[in-house]
C-alpha cells in the first residue's frame, strides 16, 4: 500500500502545484510566439518533467509493509513485603503480612493465563510461589524497594513483556531512593508498578543517634571529635538536647534545630590528659511523645595513647608543599619529626624536633628506617640516598609492614626502588589546575570526610595544580581523590594509595598544598591544612601492621557494632617478644562467663587475630593475659538499629508517586481484584505491526532530475533563449 506524507502539508502542496502549472503554461505561451510550437513544446515538457519529479520528492512517498509478528510471553510481577513492620496490626484487624498473603490468594492471579512471578521482599527480593505464600514471615530488618522493584525488573527475560507489577507493601523504603528514580527503571522496561498499600497512615515521632565516626587511637592532649548522626521521623521544627557523657558523667550539652531534616551531623570535641581507653555516650533528650527512646543513645570508645609517632621527612629539593608540611608536624603535639633537607647540592639541614637527642643522621639500615612509623619522601630523594640505603627502605616499607608517602609523586629515587615504593608509574603531563574532589574510593576516610565537612560550610578550597598524569596503575593501586577541571573537562589523579607487600604506599601527583594555610581565610581559620595531614598519618598508620610505642596492643576493627555483624581484634607484639603460642582472647558482657576465643596468627609472626560475633546487644569486653602476666583489653559496644518497629506507618504519599510515576496507579485493597480481573482481559495478541519503505529517497531520482533541467538549460541557450 502506498502512503504520503507532504511536506509542508497538504493544502500548501497543492497550492504550489497549480502555480507551478500555471506559470509554465504562461511561460510556454510566450515560447511558442518566439520559437514557434514545437521547439516550445520540447522546453515545457522538459521543465514540468523536472518539476514534477520535485513535487512528488515534496509528498514523500512511502511503501507499507507488514512486520512478522514478534511473539514474547506475557506475565505480571507481584511483590509482597516481609519487612518487620508488616508485623504490624492495623489492616482491618488483622496483621499486615496476613492482609497481604490473603489479598494474593483471593486476587484471582492464580490464573494460569497471567504466568504469575510472585517475589517476596525486605532488604531484597527473593522468588517465591504461591505454595509458600502460608510460611511467609515478616521478619526483614530493612525495606529496600528500589533494590527489590529493579531485581524483580532483571527477572524479565527478552522473550517476555512484563504487563504490571503489583507492589503490596507499607511503603518504607529505608534506601533512601526517590520514587521517581526508581520509577524511572519501571518505565525503561516499560513496566507500570500498580502498588497497594497496607496499614494505617499516622505520624510516628522518633530520635534515633549513630556513631559517625571510629577513630582507631588518639593521643594525648589531641582533640578528638566524636561525631554522631541524629536521625529524625516526625520531628519537624523541634529543638533537641544533645549530651556526652565521659564515663556515664555529662561533660557537655548541645542545643539542634531539627528544622526540616532527615538528618543532622552533631560533633563533640575531647582531649584527654592520660592514656587508656574512655567511654563516651552522646545521648539524645527524649522529646514529647516519642515512639521509642531506647534508641537515643550512642557509645563509643577512645583509645588515648601517650606514645608519640616517629616520622621521617626527607627533600631534596624544597617546595613550600614541603615546607608547610614541615611546620605542620613541628607543630603536632603527637608527632617526632626528624627531617634532612638538601637546600643545595651536597649541602644538608637537618631538623629534630626532639632535643638532647643525638645528632640526626640518614637511615642507612632496614632497622633503623622501621624505628620511624611513616616516612616522607620530597623530590630528588635519590640524591640523599645510597642504593644500599635505598634497598633497606624498600624491605623495612614490604617486608617491615612501613608506610611511606611520596610528596611530590615522583621521588627521584633509583628505577628499581621506585617501582615498589611509588604507587604508580607517573609521567609529567601539561599543567592541570582545578578543584580537589574526593573518589568513590576515599569518600568513607576520615581525611576526605574531614574536607567534606569543611565544604558543607559553603567553604572553598583554592584549587590544586598537577603536572603529572598516570602512565602506568598496577593492581590495587586506588585513587582516592583527583583535580578536576570542570571548563577543559580533565581530570588528573593527585591521591593515589596501594599496598606494598605488608606495608603502603601513597603517592600525592598534585602541588599547591600549602595554598590550604595560607591562601584561603576559611581553611586557616579551620586548620584545615594541619588537620588534614593529621587525619592523614593517623589513617596510614591505622592501616598499618605496626603500633607505635607500646610493646603489646590489642585493636578491635571498630568500637560500635550492629548486632549480627562480626567484629575483627587484632594483638600485635614487637620484636623479640613472640609468645610461646597462640594467646586466648576472652570476650565477656555484664556477669556472663567469659567465652574464649584462641587467636590465629597472620603472615606477621608477631600478629595475631580473632573474630567473634556478638550474640546479644551490651557492653563487651576482649582481654587477652600476656606471657608477662600483663592484660591488653579492647571495649566495643554492640546495638540494634531496628527502624522497622519504630517506623511503622504507612506512606502512602511515597506509593502513590511511585505508582503514577511509573505509569500505573495507586490500588485499595478492594480494587484488587477488578484491576487483576481487567488484566485478564487485556492479555490478547497485540496488534498487527508496521514499518514504511520510502521510495523517493534514490539515486537516480536525483540524476533524471539534473538531466531534464540541464538538457532544458541546453537547449534554451542553443535556441537564443536567456
Known amino acids: 500500500m502506498m502512503q504520503f506524507d507532504p511536506v509542508p502539508g497538504w493544502p500548501q502542496w497543492w497550492i504550489l502545484t497549480v502555480i507551478c502549472l500555471l506559470f509554465f503554461i504562461v511561460l510556454g505561451l510566450r515560447n511558442a510566439l518566439r520559437l514557434g510550437t514545437g521547439k516550445a513544446l520540447v522546453l515545457t515538457v522538459l521543465r514540468t518533467l523536472g518539476i514534477t519529479l520535485l513535487l512528488l520528492i515534496l509528498l514523500r512517498p512511502a511503501r507499507r509493509e507488514e512486520l512478522p509478528e514478534e511473539k514474547k510471553d506475557l506475565v505480571v510481577l507481584a511483590g509482597i513485603d516481609t519487612s518487620a513492620s508488616m508485623q504490624q496490626t492495623d489492616a482491618n484487624n488483622a496483621k499486615r503480612i496476613d492482609a497481604a498473603t490473603r489479598l494474593i490468594g483471593d486476587s484471582g492471579l492464580d490464573d494460569p493465563?497471567?504466568?504469575?512471578?510472585?517475589?517476596?521482599?525486605?532488604?531484597?527480593?527473593?522468588?517465591?510461589?504461591?505454595?509458600?505464600?502460608?510460611?511467609?514471615?515478616?521478619?526483614?530488618?530493612?525495606?529496600?524497594?528500589?533494590?527489590?522493584?529493579?531485581?524483580?525488573?532483571?527477572?524479565?527475560?527478552?522473550?517476555?513483556?512484563?504487563?504490571?507489577?503489583?507492589l503490596i507493601t507499607d511503603g518504607h523504603d529505608f534506601e533512601m531512593t526517590s520514587a521517581a528514580k526508581t520509577a524511572l527503571a519501571a518505565r525503561a522496561r516499560g513496566v507500570p508498578i500498580y502498588t497497594v498499600p497496607?496499614?494505617?497512615?499516622?505520624?510516628?515521632?522518633?530520635?534515633?543517634?549513630?556513631?559517625?565516626?571510629?577513630?582507631?587511637?588518639?593521643?594525648?592532649?589531641?582533640?578528638?571529635?566524636?561525631?554522631?548522626?541524629?536521625?529524625?521521623?516526625?520531628?519537624?521544627?523541634?529543638?533537641?538536647?544533645?549530651?556526652?557523657?565521659?564515663?556515664?558523667?555529662?561533660?557537655?550539652?548541645?542545643?539542634?534545630?531539627?528544622?526540616?531534616?532527615?538528618?543532622?551531623?552533631?560533633?563533640?570535641?575531647?582531649?584527654?590528659?592520660?592514656?587508656?581507653?574512655?567511654?563516651?555516650?552522646?545521648?539524645?533528650?527524649?522529646?514529647?511523645?516519642?515512639?521509642?527512646?531506647?534508641?537515643?543513645?550512642?557509645?563509643t570508645y577512645l583509645n588515648v595513647l601517650d606514645d608519640k609517632l616517629r616520622v621521617l621527612l626527607l627533600e631534596g629539593e624544597p617546595y613550600w608543599d614541603t615546607t608547610f608540611l614541615q611546620r605542620s608536624l613541628m607543630r603536632n603535639d603527637k608527632i617526632d619529626l626528624d627531617a634532612v633537607i638538601q637546600y643545595a647540592p651536597g649541602k644538608l639541614r637537618r631538623i629534630r624536633k626532639t632535643p638532647g637527642q643525638d645528632d640526626l643522621k640518614l637511615p642507612t639500615t632496614r632497622e633503623e628506617f622501621e624505628a620511624y612509623d611513616i616516612i616522607l619522601l620530597g623530590a630528588k630523594t635519590g640524591e640523599l640516598l645510597l642504593q644500599e640505603q635505598q634497598a633497606a627502605l624498600v624491605d623495612a616499607v614490604r617486608d617491615g609492614g612501613g608506610a611511606v608517602v611520596c610528596l611530590r609523586g615522583q621521588t627521584?629515587?633509583?628505577?628499581?626502588?621506585?617501582?615498589?615504593?611509588?604507587?604508580?608509574?607517573?609521567?609529567e603531563t601539561a599543567p592541570v589546575t582545578g578543584d580537589f574532589q574526593v573518589q568513590r574510593e576515599g569518600r568513607a576516610l576520615a581525611p576526605f570526610q574531614l574536607i567534606n565537612t569543611f565544604r558543607t560550610g559553603q567553604h572553598v578550597l583554592p584549587p590544586l595544580t598537577s603536572m603529572l598524569r598516570i602512565k602506568e596503575k598496577p593492581p590495587l593501586a586506588a585513587s582516592l581523590a583527583v583535580t578536576r577541571d570542570n571548563a577543559a573537562q580533565i581530570a588528573a589523579d593527585v591521591f593515589i594509595h596501594r599496598p606494598v607487600g605488608r606495608g603502603q604506599s601513597l603517592a600525592l601527583g598534585a602541588r599547591d598544598w600549602w595554598h590550604w594555610a595560607f591562601q584561603s581565610a576559611d581553611a586557616a581559620r579551620d586548620a584545615l591544612f594541619d588537620r588534614f595531614w593529621d587525619q592523614v598519618i593517623i589513617w596510614l598508620l591505622a592501616s598499618s601492621e605496626n603500633v607505635s610505642g607500646a610493646q603489646h596492643r590489642l585493636r578491635a576493627s571498630t568500637a560500635n557494632l550492629p548486632l549480627?555483624?562480626?567484629?575483627?581484634?587484632?594483638?600485635?607484639?614487637?620484636?623479640?617478644?613472640?609468645?610461646?603460642?597462640?594467646?586466648?582472647?576472652?570476650?565477656?558482657?555484664?556477669?556472663?562467663?567469659?567465652?574464649?576465643?584462641?587467636?590465629?596468627?597472620?603472615d606477621n609472626p608477631l600478629q595475631f587475630e580473632a573474630r567473634y560475633v556478638p550474640p546479644k546487644t551490651g557492653r563487651f569486653r576482649a582481654q587477652v593475659t600476656l606471657p608477662d602476666g600483663t592484660a591488653q583489653s579492647a571495649r566495643f559496644m554492640v546495638f540494634e538499629e531496628n527502624r522497622e518497629a519504630v517506623e511503622v506507618a504507612a506512606d502512602r504519599t511515597y506509593l502513590k508517586k511511585l505508582a503514577e510515576s511509573s505509569g500505573g496507579r495507586m490500588l485499595e485493597a478492594a480494587e484488587v481484584k477488578p484491576f487483576i480481573t481487567s488484566l485478564k482481559d487485556a492479555l490478547r495478541p497485540g496488534e498487527a505491526r508496521f514499518r514504511l519503505v520510502s521510495l523517493w529517497d534514490r539515486a537516480w531520482v536525483l540524476y533524471l532530475i539534473l538531466s531534464l533541467l540541464a538538457l532544458d538549460w541546453y537547449l534554451r541557450r542553443r535556441w537564443g533563449l536567456t
Not at 556515664?248 to 592514656?275: C, D, M, N, Y
Not at 620484636?575 to 587467636?599: F, N, Q, R, W, Y
Open 412 to 427: 627521584g629515587l633509583d628505577p628499581s626502588a621506585a617501582a615498589i615504593l611509588e604507587p604508580v608509574v607517573w609521567e
Open 564 to 602: 549480627g555483624q562480626e567484629i575483627f581484634l587484632r594483638l600485635q607484639f614487637e620484636k623479640d617478644s613472640k609468645p610461646a603460642g597462640p594467646p586466648v582472647l576472652e570476650v565477656t558482657t555484664g556477669d556472663e562467663a567469659p567465652a574464649p576465643i584462641t587467636m590465629t596468627a597472620t
Open 198 to 299: 497496607l496499614g494505617a497512615a499516622g505520624q510516628v515521632r522518633d530520635v534515633s543517634l549513630r556513631i559517625a565516626n571510629f577513630q582507631p587511637f588518639c593521643y594525648v592532649k589531641q582533640k578528638c571529635r566524636i561525631s554522631a548522626v541524629a536521625r529524625f521521623t516526625g520531628c519537624e521544627n523541634e529543638l533537641l538536647t544533645v549530651q556526652l557523657l565521659r564515663d556515664g558523667k555529662l561533660i557537655e550539652s548541645k542545643q539542634l534545630s531539627t528544622r526540616q531534616e532527615a538528618e543532622l551531623p552533631v560533633e563533640f570535641v575531647v582531649s584527654e590528659e592520660k592514656a587508656g581507653q574512655i567511654e563516651y555516650e552522646v545521648r539524645a533528650l527524649p522529646i514529647y511523645r516519642e515512639t521509642e527512646n531506647a534508641n537515643n543513645s550512642a557509645i
Open 113 to 166: 493465563r497471567l504466568r504469575l512471578r510472585l517475589s517476596s521482599f525486605d532488604d531484597e527480593a527473593r522468588g517465591t510461589s504461591l505454595e509458600q505464600l502460608t510460611t511467609l514471615r515478616a521478619e526483614g530488618r530493612d525495606t529496600r524497594i528500589h533494590n527489590a522493584v529493579t531485581t524483580m525488573l532483571q527477572n524479565v527475560r527478552k522473550d517476555e513483556n512484563a504487563a504490571a507489577l503489583l
